[in-house]
């Protein structure tokens, strides 16, 4: 990889950098301040070295929402500067009078619709900003956006301490020590599939829970109801009959009855399956406890829901476990924050589905541009 780290006089060198600062808010606040304090190191060596830093990044999926808050926080830790619409007059201006170590952060760029269709007029004006490009952006690395993609193939394009960091770690567990355990949540068995198949071979133990378990108790026949389920069939297929796959053995559903713990072949056609069940929890801390490697993406139940325990309660079981655990995406982190077992985990990555094309292809198009 082309390290930031390895160039040897950034001093007032205008450095663009894209971060991962889409962060959950509350009320017009941030309520998780994980990718802020990711953000930080290279953000840190930057400014110290004397580079004229702009930070490039997105916020949430509306257009009009807008980085301010995340401005607000940042600010608490680094000498940063608001710089607005990075087309807009204000942020040309504030980029004229940057010093050295001078950091100007801009405005969401997704409120230009030029940065998702990695438009190359758009391209060229964010190029023109800046001499040198850092990518630290491990969770927009599978997005071939204008910020993530397009500059790295127009300015001369480095790595930044926090992706290099994501690279490493998530590197180790493509190579487990054995016994090994991947557990795998959230949805969309058409887009998982490839990565099922894959550690199924390199894991010893896989379990499914959130909604891809759903498919496959569809698959064995059982009734779902108004569950969530995906697109795609898995009847008739081979990794049913696996017998490295781990499935849960109780659910917890919600109907006419409220929410209610079952058998799997139990649930009625008005229920739907929410989470998994204590019993399938308390059947997972046996593999986590004689595990040497632990790899867990997408929480077990419908979180933002209020589905939680059987994620959080999984979440202290590993890290009270002496495996070494990698942690990924959105809502299994937001289980963690809120635990604050943060340090107790050998990684935690701030990617979700970046995370997931990582351990599926050991690369993505945006990290092969840095290489």
């Known amino acids: 990889m082309n390290k930031i ?24 606040a941030v ?21 004229r830093v702009i930070v490039l990044s997105h916020l949430g999926r509306k257009p009009e929402e807008s980085l301010k808050p995340v401005f ?4 608490k830790s680094l000498p940063v500067h608001w710089g607005g619409l990075v087309t807009g007059d204000e942020f040309k201006q504030r980029r004229e009078l940057l010093a050295d170590g001078d950091i100007l952060l801009a405005e969401n760029l997704r409120q230009d619709e030029r940065e998702v269709a990695n438009d190359p007029q758009f391209v060229e004006y964010l190029a023109s900003l800046g001499e040198l490009y850092v990518n630290d952006a491990f969770a927009e690395a599978h997005r071939e956006h204008a910020s993530t ?31 090994s355990l991947f557990l795998l949540g959230g949805a969309k068995f058409e887009t998982k599939m490839p990565l099922v198949e894959k550690y199924l071979e390199l894991y010893d ?25 995906s697109d795609v069939s898995l009847a008739g297929s081979p990794l049913l009959d696996n017998p490295k796959l781990i499935i849960p053995i109780d659910v917890v559903v919600d109907g006419p009855d409220g929410q209610v713990v079952k058998n799997p072949d139990q649930v009625l056609p008005e229920e739907n399956i929410m989470d998994v069940g204590p019993m399938t929890v308390a059947m997972l801390v046996t593999y986590i406890e004689k595990a040497k490697s632990i790899l867990w993406n997408g929480p077990f139940g419908a979180y933002d829901m209020g589905y939680t325990q059987s994620t959080e309660e999984t979440a202290k ?30 990684f935690v990555s701030i990617g979700g589905g970046a995370m997931l094309s990582f351990l599926e292809k050991g690369t993505t198009s945006v990290i092969d541009c840095l290489k």
């Open 31 to 51: 309520r998780n301040s994980f990718r802020i304090n990711r953000a930080l190191p290279t953000l840190r060596y930057l400014h110290e070295a004397g580079a």
């Open 5 to 28: 780290t390895d160039v040897t006089d950034l001093k007032g060198k205008y450095v663009l950098i894209r971060s991962s600062l889409n962060i959950p808010l509350e009320d017009g």
């Open 317 to 346: 079981h590993i890290a009270q476990a002496d495996a070494f655990s990698v942690i990924g995406g959105g809502d299994t982190v937001a289980a963690i924050e809120k635990l604050e077992l943060n340090d107790q985990f050998g």
């Open 72 to 75: 607000t926080e940042l600010e």
């Open 149 to 179: 993609f397009g500059l790295a193939q127009k300015l001369p394009a480095y790595v930044g301490l926090t992706l290099e960091e994501e690279i490493t770690e998530l590197s180790k567990v493509m190579k487990p020590e054995s016994p």
């Open 205 to 229: 133990h896989v379990f499914i829970a959130g909604a891809l378990m759903n498919d496959i108790f569809k698959a064995k026949g059982y009734e779902v109801g108004k569950s969530l389920v």
